[in-house]
């Protein structure tokens, strides 16, 4: 149990530091480079790549509700109702609150309601999951630069029906105190039993996840557009620390939306090919650019149940 604990702790504080010197490290290149940084946007042609980043975010987003929807479906309940997305859609706000679980809590509430308490904890705790498991396989891309990249296929094996338990286990175990309510009571075979997973491999979810990820890589290659010369792009090697970064971000939740971490991570993977100050610019305005989707997109919804409320 003590060896348990410290390992559980040791996490944590791995994430924290992580963190920090991730945050640390974009700040020291935003300050060294802070002369040739400039976010003005000078052409219309400019304004209609900031326009196709926020398109491509929104859709990102409802790409990503569809997939939560399909997990629920995935995971044995045919669930007809069409509030499902636009819930996620509107509890994507909450990841913005200080706490990082409220998104969590609030989705669980809503589908424990609908199915039942089990299968509303395991789609909330495996959902993230789908998500990484999409972003590391296309990072798996990256094997024509390092035979090492195709590691990153290995996560997407464990979605198998027979091995998606082991999953749910280990990622309970990683969460945190506050999370420590939600217990899972299910054996190994308690879980085939009561959860009809609908078919042995998830490939609805994880296209629909893929789909989540490319919008969102889209939204970000617009924005680097703002300040990088096309014409001199190698794609499938950005796109590869994209996802590559994007997953770390999605690892270590200290922040909101992984800020800081995601940035890091880019800068520092990308290396010396690409200006550092047009870097720093594209990540800003993406940074931007995506958040304020999240939050544009939720805000309807959230006013429309607040006068239901009322």
């Not at 992984?258 to 990308?270: K, N, R, S, W």
Request: some cysteine; proline content about 3%.
């Amino acid at each position: 149990m003590k060896k348990k604990y410290f390992l559980k702790i040791n996490f944590k504080i791995f994430k924290n530091i992580f963190f920090f010197i991730s945050i640390f490290y974009f700040t020291y290149y935003l300050i060294f480079n802070r002369e040739d940084i400039s976010l003005e946007i000078k052409s219309n042609i400019h304004y209609t790549y900031i326009f196709l980043s926020f398109l491509f975010c929104i859709l990102s987003i409802y790409f990503n509700g569809l997939a939560w929807k399909s997990i629920i479906m995935w995971f044995g309940h045919s669930i007809k109702n069409k509030n499902v997305i636009s819930f996620y859609i509107l509890t994507n706000s909450l990841k913005y609150v200080p706490g990082g679980i409220w998104h969590f809590i609030e989705r669980f509430n809503f589908l424990k309601d609908r199915v039942n308490e089990k299968l509303a904890f395991y789609v909330n705790l495996t959902e993230p999951y789908f998500m990484l498991s999409a972003s590391l396989l296309l990072t798996s891309f990256g094997v024509i630069y390092n035979p090492l990249f195709l590691l990153f296929f290995l996560p997407t094996i464990f979605l198998h029906r027979k091995l998606i338990y082991l999953i749910i286990i280990k990622l309970q175990s990683f969460k945190d105190k506050s999370l420590r309510i939600f217990k899972i009571n299910y054996t190994k075979s308690e879980f085939d039993e009561k959860i009809k997973i609908k078919s042995s491999f998830p490939f609805k979810i994880l296209g629909i996840e893929i789909l989540f990820i490319l919008f969102k890589f889209f939204g970000f290659i617009y924005c680097f557009y703002l300040f990088n010369d096309s014409s001199n792009i190698d794609y499938l090697f950005i796109f590869t620390i994209f996802c590559l970064s994007w997953s770390m971000g999605l690892i270590i939740p200290a922040a909101p939306g992984g800020i800081g971490v995601f940035e890091g991570c880019f800068i520092f993977l990308i290396g010396n090919d690409y200006s550092q100050s047009s870097l720093i610019m594209s990540l800003i305005i993406f940074r931007f650019i995506s958040s304020s989707a999240d939050l544009l997109l939720s805000a309807p919804l959230f006013f429309k149940r607040i006068l239901k409320r009322n």
